[in-house]
C-alpha cells in the first residue's frame, strides 16, 4: 500500500483534458515538493515534472503540475495516443526520511 | 551522450547476496546526487536508497534497510548497490537514477537521468 495515493486508471479521447491526483499527508506532499514521472512500455521512467510545477527541457507544456494542501495533481490537456502510459507521482517524506511513490496511474488513450 | 548503465543483476536464491553496479558517462557524475529505483514484475515503482554526491548523506526504503547498501566511487563513475539477505520480494528491475545537485538538500525524488534497469531475481 503506497503512502501517495493515485488512481489506478484514467482514461480520455483525443484532445481531451485528463487530471490525474496524487493524495499524501502533511509529513510528505504538505511540506515537500511533488514530482510526476511518466513510464512508457517497457522503458524507464521519465521525469515530467519538477518541484509541483515545472517541466523539464522537451516536456511539452500540454502537461502541468499543481500542488494545494497534502495533494497534488497532473494535468494534460491536449491527450494525444503518445501519452498512454503509466504516471506516478513521488515526494519526500520527513516522517519516513525517505522517497515516496504513489502506486501509479495507468492512462488509456482511447 | 548522458548515460546510465545498470548491471550485475541475475538469479540468486533467498538469503543470498548480488552488487549491482551502475555506469555513468556523458557528464560529470561527482556532481550528481544518485538513487535506485525498482519495480518489482507488473508493480509500480519503489524508491530503493539515495546518495549525495559525495557519499556523506545516506537514506534507505525501511524494506531494506539492514540489507542493502549504496555507495559510489567518484573516481571510476560509479554508483553501487550491495544486496544481502535477499528475499523473494526483492525480484524486480532496478533502476539508478539521478540528478545534479551538490546542495544540502539533494535527496528529493528529483531523477533526470535513468538507466535502463537491470533484472534480480530471487528465487530457490
Known amino acids: 500500500q503506497s503512502v501517495l495515493t493515485q488512481p489506478p486508471s484514467a482514461s480520455g479521447t483525443p484532445g481531451q483534458r485528463v487530471t490525474i491526483s496524487c493524495s499524501g499527508s502533511s509529513s510528505n506532499i504538505g511540506s515537500n515538493y511533488i514530482y510526476w514521472y511518466q513510464q512508457l512500455p517497457g522503458t524507464a521512467p521519465k521525469l515530467l515534472m519538477y518541484?509541483?510545477?515545472q517541466r523539464p527541457s522537451g516536456v511539452p507544456d500540454r502537461f502541468s503540475g499543481s500542488n494545494s494542501g497534502t495533494s497534488g495533481s497532473l494535468a494534460i490537456s491536449g491527450l494525444r495516443s503518445e501519452d498512454e502510459a503509466d504516471y506516478y507521482c513521488?515526494?519526500?517524506?520527513?516522517?519516513?526520511?525517505?522517497?515516496?511513490f504513489g502506486g501509479g496511474t495507468k492512462l488509456t488513450v482511447l | 551522450q548522458v548515460q546510465l548503465v545498470e548491471s550485475g543483476g541475475g538469479v540468486v536464491q533467498p538469503g543470498g547476496s548480488l552488487r549491482l553496479s551502475c555506469s555513468a558517462s556523458g557528464f560529470t557524475f561527482s556532481n550528481y546526487a544518485m538513487h535506485w529505483v525498482r519495480q518489482a514484475p507488473g508493480k509500480g515503482l519503489e524508491w530503493v536508497a539515495f546518495i549525495g554526491y559525495d557519499g556523506s548523506n545516506r537514506y534507505y526504503a525501511d524494506s531494506v534497510k539492514g540489507r542493502f547498501t549504496i555507495s559510489r566511487d567518484n573516481s571510476k563513475n560509479t554508483l553501487s548497490l550491495e544486496m544481502n539477505t535477499l528475499r523473494t520480494e526483492d525480484t524486480a528491475v532496478y533502476y539508478c537514477g539521478g540528478r545534479s545537485c551538490t546542495g544540502a538538500v539533494c535527496y528529493g525524488p528529483y531523477m533526470d537521468v535513468w538507466g535502463k534497469g537491470t533484472t534480480v531475481i530471487v528465487s530457490s
Open positions: 513521488a515526494a519526500w517524506d520527513d516522517r519516513l526520511s525517505g522517497v515516496i
Open positions: 518541484r509541483n510545477n
